[in-house]
Nanobody
């Protein structure tokens, strides 16, 4: 079992930046593919970005590409999401998730095995 805890959320003005962190315990984070998801009010949870076990491959949804950067520090058992040029439509609860699949990057929530409890990101106009 791996436990995931998100932090770094908050309230910012449009155009601002935040850096989310996801700290893991219980297992070495390098054993997992990782992803960030978000759930906006009244909407389904959606995939935002994913990263392979080694960090060599990443994938982003179109709406955040060029603004968000997913990274990982396996030595610190931590996943990050750097968010720049934030927009009001980025407002959501952001979740980190871990996937036990040996290779690749998953984009469906049902493919992930472990989840954090989320951190709120609010972007005002």
């Amino acid at each position: 079992q791996v436990q995931l805890v998100e932090s770094g959320g908050g309230s910012v003005q449009a155009g601002g930046s935040l850096r989310l962190s996801c700290a893991a315990s219980g297992r070495t984070l390098s054993n997992y593919q990782l992803g960030w998801f978000r759930r906006a009010p009244g909407k389904e949870r959606e995939f935002v970005a994913g990263i392979s076990r080694s960090g060599s491959s990443t994938y982003y949804i179109y709406s955040v590409k060029g603004r968000f950067t997913i990274s990982r520090d396996n030595a610190k058992d931590t996943l990050y999401l750097k968010m720049n040029s934030l927009k009001p439509e980025d407002t959501a609860v952001y979740y980190c998730a871990a996937d036990q699949a040996p290779i690749g990057i998953r984009s469906r929530a049902s493919e992930y095995d472990y989840w954090g409890q989320g951190t709120q990101v609010t972007v005002s106009s």
